[in-house]
């Protein structure tokens, strides 16, 4: 019932010479019923867009809070849906220390983006402190509740948990520990939205390569992935698209 996700997240990496991967990704995804979503930079977006066709999903990293104004650097929502984004990223960890960025930023970037018809893909995730003292589920219940706005739906919003150290480590939480923090988002959703709170895709990242993906995608309620360094080259993430394809 919920459609599979497979999501990159480009970060602080491509150039137009980059859009051969995309070029190649897109010869995969048109092959498979998987959704498939890249982050690339702002800069790509609009090159990326033409490149990618209806294939694959093209969204932003971030946004701003607000429609417009005085804010050197920054790019709003509905800069992102002018370039031809549907989607954005909000609350990526490296997001959150690197900017300082809290839940009701993040909840508020995220309604910015429902403004301008964006899916907003809201990541959440307990850092190794918070896992090693035992916080884990209360970490996540804390920021899924204070990340996602009231006017979330399954439609606009998509979950993505990403441990905060699996992130760019090649270390990846347990199977179990990865059904813990799925089954719980998931309850905590249908908690908060009824029925609805079933129709919310949930992804996880942090270090997904194809060699792990295929037990990943086993996992309960893990509907995809998001991932960072094996989605920037068509090889590896194809390998990624197919597994969750197939799962
Ligand atoms: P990674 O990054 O796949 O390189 O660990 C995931 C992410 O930060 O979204």
Redesign the pocket.
């Known amino acids: 019932m919920r459609r599979k996700l497979a ?1 990159g ?1 480009w ?1 602080m990496n491509g150039t137009a010479a980059d859009l051969a991967e995309l070029e190649a990704m897109k010869a995969a995804a048109a092959t498979k019923q998987t959704d498939v979503l890249i982050g690339t930079p702002a800069t790509l977006i609009s090159r990326a867009v033409a490149t990618a066709g209806d294939a694959i999903a093209i969204g932003g990293q971030d946004c701003h809070t607000n429609a417009s104004g005085a804010h050197t650097g920054d790019i709003s929502a509905s800069m992102l849906a002018d370039a031809g984004a549907s989607h954005v ?1 909000t609350g ?3 997001r959150r220390v690197d900017h300082g960025e809290t839940d009701a930023i993040v909840a508020a970037k995220s309604e910015a983006g429902y403004a301008n018809d964006l899916t907003a893909v809201i ?1 959440i995730g307990e850092s190794l402190e918070e896992r090693e003292a035992g916080q884990t589920l209360d970490v996540i219940g804390t920021q899924l509740a204070g990340s996602t706005p009231a006017a979330a739906t399954g439609a606009n919003t998509v979950i ?1 948990y ?1 441990p905060v150290w ?5 270390k990846v939480p347990t199977l179990e520990q990865i059904a813990e923090v799925h089954d719980f988002m998931r309850s905590q959703l249908v908690e908060r939205f009824g029925e609805d709170g079933n129709a919310f895709r949930l992804l996880y ?5 194809p060699s792990n993906a295929n037990e990943i995608f086993a996992v309960s309620n893990v509907d995809g ?7 920037l080259k068509a090889s590896d993430f194809n390998a990624i698209i197919t597994a969750l394809d197939e799962a």
């Open positions: 999501a997240n970060k990223i990526h960890s490296e990541c993505a990403e699996a992130i760019g480590t090649g990242g942090g270090s997904v390569k992935a998001l991932v960072g360094g094996a989605s």
